[in-house]
């Protein structure tokens, strides 16, 4: 479960996200193992609004667990990484409530808890990240005492027009032979990309797009990859990898990549589109081009060995045998 719950956070593709400790082997001591379950969509609040957020804690343990659950700034980083920081949010430490009291959740059980959000009367349209610690209460095993934490995060959406931009970079790379640099070549079976997404803007960002990849000078069949919807947030960037299949032995592959983003409002988007051209050999093509010339220098030589030979044979025919030295007597 903690595995599942770590993923989920990895991914950072809907807007919901938990990461758990790192847990020790199982034992007849080790803790319960816990879960959270957040809103999976970013919950719209208006400025100034008061609202109770809903959250799941759940136990699949044999036993019950006593826990308490505070609130904890949460940082972001690139490609969906996630750190807490140990403290309280700066920002919605005095406008969140959290459960003053112990929560005992029930064994192989759940229980919802409620976070009251009071948003400020003045805040900037955006989402906003909420981060929370599910923590159990420590108890005594022998001699040592073992606290797996939970964190989590949910989202809230003050609406409202917003700056958002995106700029991206494609990096396909090409023959590298020692001091041999070929940008536009590659010998290989597939053209392999690297798509990064960089957030430059004030606001979050979630986009999604397509890699479609044509064929030239045959007419290959097209192709199209998805790229599923991230969430990105200010200043944070996220790579993926984005791939083309040539279509004969020697192609020309050209991949085509569009990002989508919304614009100031989520009525009109932007896009950004990113082109690369490679002209893909397999490596098959290689072999038997290498094997072709082979088998040429083998006949060249053969050939020259055999002229050699018929025209030392013609040489020797037409000389003639020796003549016989002759002497003079006086």
């Known amino acids: 479960m903690a595995g599942i719950v770590a993923l989920v956070v990895a991914a950072l593709v809907a807007p919901v996200g938990a990461v758990a400790a790192s847990s020790p082997s199982?034992?007849?001591?080790?803790?319960?193992?816990?879960?959270?379950?957040?809103?999976?969509?970013?919950?719209?609040?208006?400025?100034?609004d008061t609202s109770p957020i809903h959250?799941?804690?759940?136990?699949?343990?044999?036993?019950?667990?006593?826990?308490?659950?505070?609130?904890?700034?949460?940082?972001?980083?690139?490609?969906?990484?996630t750190r807490f920081t140990g403290a309280p949010d700066p920002q919605w430490a005095g406008n969140t409530d959290?459960?003053?009291?112990?929560?005992?959740?029930?064994?192989?059980?759940?229980?919802?808890?409620?976070?009251?959000?009071?948003?400020?009367?003045?805040?900037?349209?955006?989402?906003?990240?909420?981060?929370?610690?599910?923590?159990?209460i420590a108890t005594a095993s022998g001699s040592v005492i073992v606290i797996n934490q939970i964190g989590a995060f949910f989202i809230i959406n003050v609406p409202g027009p917003r700056d958002r931009k995106l700029a991206a970079d494609l990096n396909v790379p090409g023959l590298n032979w020692g001091p041999i640099h070929l940008?536009?070549?590659?010998?290989?079976?597939?053209?392999?990309?690297?798509?990064?997404?960089?957030?430059?803007?004030?606001?979050?960002?979630?986009?999604?797009?397509?890699?479609?990849?044509?064929?030239?000078?045959?007419?290959?069949?097209?192709?199209?990859?998805?790229i599923n919807k991230s969430l990105l947030p200010i200043r944070r960037s996220r790579s993926l990898q984005v791939t083309a299949q040539p279509a004969f032995p020697i192609d020309?592959?050209?991949?085509?990549?569009?990002?989508?983003?919304?614009?100031?409002?989520?009525?009109?988007?932007?896009?950004?589109?990113?082109?690369?051209?490679?002209?893909?050999?397999?490596?098959?093509?290689?072999?038997?081009?290498?094997?072709?010339l082979a088998l040429v220098v083998c006949w060249r030589l053969y050939a020259r060995h055999r002229r050699r030979s018929r025209r030392q044979a013609t040489a020797n025919s037409t000389a003639g045998p020796p003549k016989a030295r002759s002497s003079a007597t006086r």
Do not use: C
């Open 98 to 136: 959290f459960p003053p009291d112990d929560l005992t959740v029930p064994a192989q059980g759940f229980i919802d808890v409620s976070i009251t959000v009071h948003v400020p009367a003045h805040i900037n349209p955006d989402l906003y990240y909420i981060g929370f610690v599910v923590t159990p």
């Open 183 to 226: 940008g536009s070549l590659l010998i290989g079976d597939q053209v392999v990309g690297k798509l990064t997404a960089h957030n430059v803007g004030p606001s979050s960002v979630q986009f999604f797009g397509e890699n479609d990849a044509t064929h030239a000078p045959f007419s290959g069949t097209p192709s199209q990859q998805r």
């Open 55 to 81: 959250i799941r804690v759940l136990n699949p343990g044999s036993t019950s667990v006593t826990v308490t659950v505070k609130g904890e700034g949460v940082t972001l980083g690139d490609n969906g990484t």
């Open 26 to 48: 199982p034992g007849p001591h080790s803790p319960r193992s816990l879960a959270v379950s957040v809103p999976a969509d970013p919950v719209p609040l208006v400025p100034g």
């Open 252 to 292: 020309m592959v050209t991949m085509t990549v569009t990002l989508t983003y919304p614009d100031q409002t989520d009525v009109a988007t932007k896009q950004i589109v990113l082109t690369k051209s490679m002209l893909v050999i397999s490596p098959w093509v290689i072999v038997v081009v290498g094997v072709l």
